[in-house]
């Protein structure tokens, strides 16, 4: 049973650049959270998405958007990179009306330089 | 607000057990958790309590819950090197959105 993944591992962007992460969530989940994790701090809830709608949202720019498919999988973009955007992002899936346990991915660092 | 609150850092010898404390302000929440998480990794879900819960014990982990106090804690019985990392508390408000504290970082030396 594949548990979270998330692609790529380690991204490098200037400022200004655009990205996007991808996160394929636990077998048998619908539903995908983002966080951000900066150095030496906790994650920091961005935004959740079920049945292809982003269904709450953290306190991050509009700059943050996200997309689910229909295979629950997900990804994160985020536009015109701040050198403050430099951080770890995590992905965790659930299951819809069994929302108890959340299980992350590795993440993704992604650097901007 | 949503505050949680976490000490910095903990040493322990290996054998020993150690204990991991949080403080929240909110005390809406429904589920209280604890995830590990091990340098350049994600975060590794350890165990977790429901709010109407006092004590919930699982293998070498102890997680004790003071409502009144808003404080959680996790006993970690005979520490083993391969416990240290850093360890996160974490609520659950709204729409299953996790709130983390700050993290501590447990040492285990020999």
């Known amino acids: 049973d594949a548990g979270v993944t998330q692609s790529p591992t380690h991204l490098i962007k200037t400022r200004g650049q655009q990205v996007t992460l991808r996160c394929s969530p636990k077998?048998?989940?619908?539903?995908v959270s983002w966080y951000q994790q900066a150095l030496g701090q906790g994650p920091q809830f961005i935004f959740q998405?079920?049945?292809?709608?982003?269904?709450q949202r953290g306190n991050f720019p509009d700059r943050f958007s996200g997309h689910q498919f229909p295979n629950y999988s997900s990804e994160l973009n985020v536009n015109a990179l701040l050198l403050g955007d430099s951080a770890l992002y995590l992905c965790?899936?659930?299951?819809?009306?069994?929302?108890?346990?959340?299980?992350f991915g590795p993440g993704t660092r992604l650097t901007v330089l | 607000g949503e505050d949680v609150e976490q000490s910095l850092f903990l040493s322990v010898r290996e054998g020993d057990s150690s204990v991991i404390n949080c403080t929240y302000t909110?005390?809406?929440?429904?589920?209280l958790y604890w995830y590990k998480q091990e340098p350049g990794a994600g975060l590794q879900l350890l165990t977790y309590i429901f709010s109407n819960m006092d004590m919930k014990q699982d293998q070498r982990l102890t997680v004790l819950l003071n409502k009144k106090d808003k404080h959680l804690s996790l006993r970690i019985a005979d520490t083993q090197t391969g416990d240290s990392a850093i360890y996160f508390c974490?609520?659950?408000?709204?729409?299953?959105?996790?709130?983390f504290g700050t993290g501590t970082r447990l040492q285990v030396f020999p």
């Open positions: 974490a609520l659950l408000r709204v729409a299953d959105k996790l709130i």
């Open positions: 909110d005390s809406s929440s429904t589920y």
């Open positions: 077998s048998g989940h619908d539903t």
């Open positions: 965790a899936s659930s299951l819809a009306g069994v929302r108890v346990e959340q299980f």
């Open positions: 998405y079920y049945e292809e709608e982003e269904r």
